[in-house]
């Protein structure tokens, strides 16, 4: 099958011509026990492939990237009674194994375990599986490695989807709509009639508008320095759109004298400071996007204890995904939830390198990439 490995960390940009992935030959892994076979129906690109790339997210390398897709059940492994050959799925990327303190506690999207496995490059259930065709180990991307034809996962790093569901809308299941409706509904848990300010418009903060939007009474700032982010906003509920420059004049103009809820999908520092700046007494802000390591937040802290403020961080959401994304599925069918406008177009998986420029540039909001 063909993958795309990831053997050096911190290419110069444009990827179009330093082509920091590699189209490989990697030999078709059997599912061991407690995994599942996974042919790669579609794959998308999400702003975490690009910390690795760039090597702001520190992997072991080599790595066959990629974390965010859906695909059709090919073989299952021994004890893996409850998915079947045909089933389609969509994968996770943090697989929570039921066990640890977090999972013990609802919370499996902060798995130990999975944590661990994903950390190393491992499976959840054993040593990676993925081998090059000269026999060398290649590391899984947070136990998925979706830019690939197949990918062999654990049993709980697939949730079974309705098989009317297509696969551009389902891959997006996954990660974006996990992390940004999942710190809307599950983090923040935005209450009716509360004001929230989204920073940041790609997929995961658009995902993050759209739930903000079904809360009743709920008032849905958005906020990103290119227009045609606003724009889209707009189409999946923001109430109003604005640059970063407009974002104090705007909470004051809709919100009075603070915000509720403010969500930090950009991944600065710098912007989780000026969040916290515009949240009312007792506002929260929610930690969604990825800084780099060095980043740090300097802020007064009698903000927390002197007015109730609170700063959560949010990892995929704090979802339980077997729950939640049949019921972000069912909020799609029924119209609540316009995924679709998310989907900027399907490419082949040849053109991976050039579709990190043009998630890197803005460009795209998420574009897939189909394995045929």
Known sequence: MLSSVLRHAGSARPYATSLPLALEEVAV????AGEVLVKIERASLCHSDLSVIDGSRVRPLPMALGHEAAGTIAAVGNGVADVRVGDRVVLIFVPGCGDCRACDHGRPALCHRGAVSNASGDLLHGDAVLRTA???RLNHHLGVSAFSEYAVVARESVVVIDDDVPFDVAAMFGCAALTGIGAVLNTARLGEGESVIVFGLGAVGLMAVMAAAQVAGATVIAIDPLPEKRALALRCGAHVAGTPDQAA????????????????????????????????????????GLPHPDQTI??????????????????????VPARDIPLYL?????????????????RPLVEINEGLDALAEGRVVRRLFSMG
């Not at 892994?29 to 061991?32: A, I």
């Not at 300097?298 to 979802?319: E, I, P």
């Not at 069912?330 to 399907?346: A, F, I, K, N």
């Open 298 to 319: 300097t802020v007064q802290a009698l903000q927390f204890a002197g007015v109730g403020k609170r700063l959560l961080g949010s990892y995929m959401g704090d979802s």
């Open 29 to 32: 892994p059997e599912p061991r």
């Open 330 to 346: 069912r909020m799609w069918q029924d119209g609540t939830l316009p995924v679709e406008l998310l989907h900027t177009d399907t």
């Open 249 to 288: 004049a705007l909470v004051a103009e809709h919100a009075g004298d603070g915000i509720d809820v403010a969500i930090e999908a950009v991944g600065s520092s710098r912007v989780m400071e000026a969040c916290l700046g515009l949240l009312t007494r007792g506002g929260a802000l929610v930690s969604v």
């Open 134 to 136: 000269a026999g060398d």
